[in-house]
């Protein structure tokens, strides 16, 4: 099999992989190939708005594991292949070389063991550090089960590294991927947690210390495979970034390919509404100080798809609004739908100046279609009715499109 034939099957295999995060680093080049910088590599737009792209590519799909969602199951009928190391470190370099790529994103199916697999991605990740001196940006995918110090040789040379843990319980997981367990993803997630903490605090005292994957790590999880509600999933993020201090927390629709018993039926659509609501949540988990019962409780276990998150939980709090907008703190601020991080800190410093009106809201980047009904300006509640719930409610619901309109 030519390295084309194998590229077209590895690099479908792992699509479904989307826990290629941005870098968050700037590895310094000393006269080799590439770079890695500040604003990241992966399939998405930067900070600046550029366009950012890599490989993404499994080193093999020839997997000894029988995950029910996984297309590279080992009971599959499909084409397999498998990149030697060489093969996979020219390929890197040369689509660098045309400007294809700005760097790699490697994983790969368990190849015989979990230790066999990380060696060869070691193997893969030398050659172009050491050999092709190429500095870009690499982010690895972690064997679980694999020996720690197989996953601190390659915690050495690379830029980012992820640990899936595909499902929020150990239920879940051993139902659908029964060679799997928690507890084994849990300990390598604490390995490099325990292991960035330390290189970081050596580098305090000693400049030339090395770095020990200095864009962190982060974890995808699958949505809809299993019959997990989303409190559970928002429970699992939530302690996932307490525990080990994940980067990101990936949240992947769960695509059809399998027949099982125990997985959605193949003509069901994956659910990525679901998945960006999660986003939205996790959203709020990171940088607007909520926690995860807030968002979801016993009583409403499942995030609402027609309204987003934290436009939900205002509309259950009615006792919290509306709120005078020149005298709330910044954590009440960070609560009020339509109110960003940089518009309530633009918010806390233009009232010291002057007072806010409503006509000055949209000025200073809140979104005011959203945010009338929840905030007062000097004592006017500029929304166009009355505070009430279930009303605004009726308002903030998406509109029918013009297809639904017409079949109507």
Known sequence: MDVLTKLDILAGAAKFDVSCSSSGVARKNQGGTGNAKLFGICHTWSADGRC??????????????????CVSRRSNNIPRASFTSRELADLTLQFYRRNYIEGLFL????EKSPDHTMEKIIQVLTLLRKEYEFHGYIHVKVIPGADPSLINRAGMLCDRMSVNIEQPTEHSLRLLAPQKSLPILYASMQQLKDQILLYKDDRRHFH???????????????????Q?????????????????GL????????????????LPALTSVPPLLRE????????????????AEELVDANHANLETEIDPKSAWALRHPEYFPLEINRASYEELLRVPGIGTKSAWRIINQRRVVAISADQLKKLGVVFKRAQYFVTCKGIYPGNMPYNPAAIRRL?????????????
């Open 208 to 226: 030339r210390t090395p770095r020990f994957v200095p864009g962190g790590q982060s974890t995808q999880m699958i949505v809809g495979a299993s």
């Open 228 to 244: 997990d509600n989303d409190l559970t999933i928002l429970h699992t993020t939530q302690a996932l970034y307490k525990n080990f």
């Open 52 to 69: 950012i792209s890599l490989l993404k590519v499994l080193l093999s799909n020839d997997c000894v594991y029988d995950c029910c969602y």
């Open 276 to 291: 960006h609501r999660l986003y939205q949540s996790d959203w709020l988990l990171r940088f607007y100080h909520f926690k």
């Open 107 to 110: 994983s790969s199916a368990v």
């Open 396 to 408: 903030m619901l998406p509109k029918p499109s013009f297809t639904q309109m017409s079949l109507f």
């Open 247 to 262: 980067k990101r927390v990936y949240f992947s629709a769960y695509v059809p390919v399998n027949q099982d018993s125990n």
